[in-house]
């Protein structure tokens, strides 16, 4: 069993208001230059459900610039976890850049998001496909030991231009073999596509060409098929539009009012 943890932190800032809360940064991880990942305190009574994000603030009190980021961190964790990537010349990352432990950022208190498992119908594959930044949900869900219950197997499909930019690599690979994990009911495949650096993983090409000619399953050794594959896709917006066509051709949709569907899209932009 999981107790969510109650962390110490409270609203630290006067400007805090009933909508967000003022965290401190506790831990900051670059990737590369231009792509990072870090902490800040929780909120005790932030909650959020796996691959929700929530609205981040960075500035001055009256100047603060708000970006949704999706949650990284598993929902008992006494911390918030983000990764993101520097955009050249965006406002919200020039900011990011200058971020250093100790520093405050602004919370909102309230989680959105539709990029969660119990959105979809139930299912025995769940394929997470993600590009850059897109990861960030998944590892979320991953961290989450109900959902390695929920599932047969857990598909984490993971593209990105340079193999340096493949976040979470080793933590995805070890989970396995994680406490919580072990005598779990899923199994883990994890499918990391580098699509600029010759010959640095197996694929090496865009998801929606992979998925489109069949090859994203043959290596996977797992049809994508309606009856019980559930598919979560994140990141680049034109490769969601791309994946939800193909998707929709094979008679997948999306959830509606009292009709959990069997695909989910998160697009950062
Ligand atoms: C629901 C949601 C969740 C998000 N979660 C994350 C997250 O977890 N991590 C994250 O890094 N970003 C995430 N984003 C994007 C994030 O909110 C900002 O847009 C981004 O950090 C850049 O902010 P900016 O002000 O610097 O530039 P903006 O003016 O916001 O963006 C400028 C341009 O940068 C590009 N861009 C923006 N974000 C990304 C990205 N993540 N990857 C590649 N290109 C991008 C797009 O071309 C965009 O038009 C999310 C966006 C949405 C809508
Ligand atoms: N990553 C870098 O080296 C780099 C350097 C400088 C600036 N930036 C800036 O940083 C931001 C984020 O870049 P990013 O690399 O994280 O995100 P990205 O451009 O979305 O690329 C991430 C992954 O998604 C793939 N992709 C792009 N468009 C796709 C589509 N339509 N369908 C399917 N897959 C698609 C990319 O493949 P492809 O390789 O085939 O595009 C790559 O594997 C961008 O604003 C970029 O301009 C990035």
């Not at 932030?46 to 603030?57: E, S, V």
């Not at 250093?100 to 208190?109: L, N, S």
């Not at 929606?208 to 990141?235: F, N, T, W």
Request: glycine share 6%; hydrophobic share 40%; aromatic share 10%.
């Amino acid at each position: 069993m999981i107790t969510i943890a109650e962390p110490e932190t409270r609203p630290t800032g006067q400007d805090a208001t009933d909508k967000w809360t003022n965290e401190r940064v506790t831990w900051i991880h670059y990737w590369t230059p231009t792509l990072l990942s870090f902490r800040t305190t929780r909120y005790r009574a932030f909650r959020f459900t796996p691959g929700h994000y929530a609205r981040l603030g960075l500035g001055t009190a009256d100047n603060l610039v708000w970006r949704p980021y999706s949650l990284v961190s598993a929902h008992y964790h006494d911390y918030l976890e983000f990764v993101a990537v520097l955009v050249p010349g965006g406002e919200f990352s020039a900011r990011l850049a200058q971020l250093r432990v100790g520093d405050e950022i602004a919370v909102e208190k309230a989680c959105f998001g539709f990029l969660t498992t119990p959105q979809l119908a139930p299912g025995r594959d769940l394929w997470m496909l993600a590009s850059g930044t897109g990861l960030g949900p998944f590892i979320s869900i991953l961290r989450d030991p109900a959902q390695w219950e929920a599932f047969e197997r857990l598909i984490v499909v993971h593209s990105v231009r340079h193999a340096d930019e493949l976040t979470y690599r080793d933590e995805i690979a070890a989970m396995p073999d994680e406490a919580l994990c072990t005598d779990a009911r899923a199994t883990l495949i994890y499918i990391p596509i580098v699509t600029r650096d010759a010959d640095a993983t197996e694929l090496s090409d865009r998801i929606p060409r992979l998925l489109a000619d069949g090859r994203l399953e043959a290596h996977a050794q797992r049809p994508i098929r309606v009856e019980d594959s559930r598919v979560m896709v994140c990141g680049n917006p034109e490769m969601a539009r791309e994946l939800r066509q193909l998707l929709a051709t094979r008679g997948f949709a999306t959830s509606r009012r009292g009709a959990p569907g069997q695909m989910a899209f998160e697009k950062y932009w």
